[in-house]
């Protein structure tokens, strides 16, 4: 059990810069994802944890002590690799307890923490097998199985799902938080997809071209994105990005889409949006769930598009409407009884309590 | 129903047209054969003469009878080589020097081509290029200068290097380590490279990376690299040739033509068996390791 | 960089002094260099050494006291021997590993025909001349040859064919030292070209059938441009190692008859080592260099080709 801190960690390759710069807080017991697109250098970030990375400058502590130059072999930490990396030469026992077996751990000991760890992974009947008789899910399971074994200071996972199909993933994403909660050792894990990281992290670390751009709790990221990549990266489908002003008209302000779409910004948000009034360089984000069709009876508070549909995608339990403001896709979702069909006018209302407004310049919410 | 009407109309032509392909392989089939039983026998001869001439007696050879027959076939030559003192001194520096070689050879190659697959540090692309190099230079080249060298070492320093035969622990190493290096290089390179960054991360240490992950999952390759060292070492004439001339001292392919072809005259019968006797290993080696010879043997050009 | 050494050298100060050797020993570079250095001692001392001392060698004379420059190599030059052991030395790697190449390409595609259960045996049967070692098979090829008890000779006499004097004439002698020659190498083309054979992808004979490309069409539009690379590659290699071949001709021949198949390597070694006169043994196989140089050239803009392509 342990907590990890990042101070200005930067990691340079020859001469391009993967981490610029990183401050990062993980204590003890917590589970934190760091999610971003490929090269944004989360997996370098992670692999400097390990100690498989020399750190540029910059230092990472465990329990307060600088690790910079510890070995990964005596940093105590166990990692999961994407290709599960189990030794190709040993059967899944072998695996499991390779590592308490170089720390010279009695037999007894070692059997009673694999037979264990298997029995939480739900892998006994394969612990004589070899790696190659095994599928991706039961491979995925013993590389964590050789994780849990070690009874590790800090978990690290690189991107431990992007191997396995879509309903696999799903399923080891549930039984990976099963584990944690079980286990509650601090873990360190990298992804992709953004999904996995709201589902499993109790804090995500969002990463972009080597900066952390925000982090927050999986519902904050979500509500209250602190830059324009954040809110665009986190959600599906992602977030509506439009060009707009701020205008005011009878006392009330309004966002202006184009010549005829002008939304009303609600009355609580006027003191923050009051000092953008005129300006231009300015982007209206609003998430497909936030738009949906109008009631027929009226909406709270209305705001409304009315769109002419180009594409939909019935999804099942929703439908998915595209349509364009000044020739830049628009995303809604709206009920599947709402008779949504291509070529038609449908009204929509855009819920404007989840409205985002964003400075074009630094690409931050305002 | 017009897909079905296509079929069957499409179907006649067809058929035939497989059956005059199947006629074509099987013609082709037939000379495959004839020319592999021709070749056969060419590649085959010389072994097989070998061991015929092997089971004749001196009498029956220098009668001049039949010599793809043997009339009295007789064990005497494989008798009185197995019991001479001379051929068994013979054998016994083989084996020694080819085992030691394999051995220094494992030594050294297997951490340096692990140092160089996955340990990059400053010079190591164009060390594991030299290394190529050096195993396209032939001992042909070489052996001059080395024995002038030894030579000289005696001279000055009063080691004496030639004429023992653990002077060729010193050579042989020079025709196996490169090659042995360079295969086990594209070996080592195959291992994907999340298997040592897990060992590490599992506590293991560059020497437990290397022995207890590397060597076992690289292990066809290490067998090859063993196989190629032990044959070459086995093989190897010139070496010997310059380097040893007492008669205690000699390895096999160089004691058989020194020691049995006295003067002009030639025991065939004697020189034959211990041919066979000299080229048996290698072969033993091959007839049950074949797989890894040949990988051994197609890696050098194919990897990389 | 610099920041990590600094703070790497800070926190040793702190610590005794032998802990700054331990973690320079400690560090990956380091250990890899150490790992490497018996290999590198041993390229260094027995092959790189040899090498640049056999320039120096050739440059004195024969009780080597003086300087003489370029005089061996003057010498050799007015010998009729010389160029006779270069023209030599030419036509027996040239033509063998023509015939090797040739013999090789054949018979790999007729083991490639036959059904695939079949292959292993023709292919473990046709590759024993190439597992006995070279002074031992020739031994064989050498009592085959012999003068007076020919075995091939008494099969010709059988036929009525007159008998050879397969190592007696020259002509002859230099057409048996090559035969053997192809005999030891053939089957590592055979190996080389089945191995390539068979990592031509099968979809690609089906696209061309599928075509209408003929036997002779699908050969010269797939297969060889497919095998390419491994056929160069080989060929080469076979130039090297037939070019400094010395067991044959040794054991053969000896050189004989009057130096009519003495090759560069067989040649030095009769002067350098039997002859005692290193400085010009070390001359004559210096002559070898420039062709393994433009060989080994091919084979390692090969070998970078290829690296480049798996990077990209």
Known sequence: MAHVSLRK???????????????????????????????????TTLR??????????????VDGE???????KDRDMAMVFQNYALYPHMTVYENMSFGLRLKRYPKTEIARRVQEAARILDITELLQRKPRQLSGGQRQRVAMGRAIVRNPKVFLFDEPLSNLDAKLRVQMRTEIKRVHQKVRTTTVYVTHDQVEAMTLADRVVVMNRGLIEQIGAPNDLYHDPATRFVAGFIGSPAMNFLQCSVEEADGELRVRLSEDIALPVPAARHARYKAHLGRSGLTFGLRPEHLTEAKPNGDRQPAYIDAMLEVTEPLGMETLVFFRIRGIDVCGRVSPEAGAREGARMRLAARMDNMHLIDDATGRVL | MTVASLHHSLAPPRRRKYGSMSAERRWALHWSYFFLVVFAIFFLTPPVYMLITSFKSSAEISAATNPWWVSHPTLGNYRELLTSAQFLTFFRNSAMVSLIVVAITMLISIPAAFALSRMRFWGSATLATGVFLTYLIPETLLFIPLFKMFALLNEYAGIELINHWWVLLLLYPTLTVPFCTWIMIGYFASIPKELDEAALMDGANYRQVLTRVFIPVALPGLIAATIFA??????????????????????????????LIKGDVFNWGQIMTGALLGAAPPLVIYAFLMDYYIAGLTAGATKG | MAEAV?????????????SVLRKVMQRKSTIAFMMTLPLILLIAILVLYPALYSIHLATLNKSMERFVGFGNFLFLFKRETFWMVVRQSCLFAITAVIFKALIGFIVAHFVHNIPAKGQRKWRGML???????????????????????????????RLGIEPIP?????????????LVNIWIGAPFFMIM?????????????????????????RMWYVTIPMMRNIMAITALFSLIVTFANFDIVRILTAGGPIDRTHVFATWAFWIGIQGSDIPLGASISLFMVPILTIAAIFILRDIHRRAGETAA
């Open chain 3, 166 to 178: 397969w190592l007696g004439d020259a002509g002859w002698a230099r057409f048996s030292v090559i």
């Open chain 2, 230 to 259: 032990f044959t070459v070492s086995w093989a190897q004439f010139l070496y010997p040739l310059a380097f040893t001339t007492s008669a205690d001292q000699l390895v096999l392919p160089v004691g058989i033509i020194t020691s």
């Open chain 1, 66 to 72: 600088v690790v910079n130059d510890v070995p990964p």
């Open chain 1, 9 to 43: 960690i930067v990691k340079r390759f020859d001469d391009t810069e993967a981490v610029r710069g990183i401050d990062l807080e993980i204590a003890d017991k917590e589970f934190v994802v760091l999610v971003g697109p490929s090269g944004c250098g989360k997996s």
């Open chain 3, 193 to 217: 070209y089945l191995a390539a054979l068979k990592s031509v992808p099968e979809q690609l004979y089906e696209a061309a059938a599928i075509d209408g490309a003929n036997w002779w069409q």
């Open chain 3, 127 to 157: 590759l024993v001349p190439w597992v006995i070692p070279p002074a031992m098979s020739c031994l064989a090829w050498l009592w085959l040859f012999d003068p007076s008890y020919s075995a091939l000779n008494w099969l010709f006499d």
């Open chain 1, 48 to 61: 400097m944890i390990a100690g498989l990375e020399e750190i540029t400058s910059g230092d990472i502590a």
């Open chain 3, 6 to 18: 600094l703070q790497t050298s800070v926190r040793a100060a702190r610590a005794p002094r032998h």
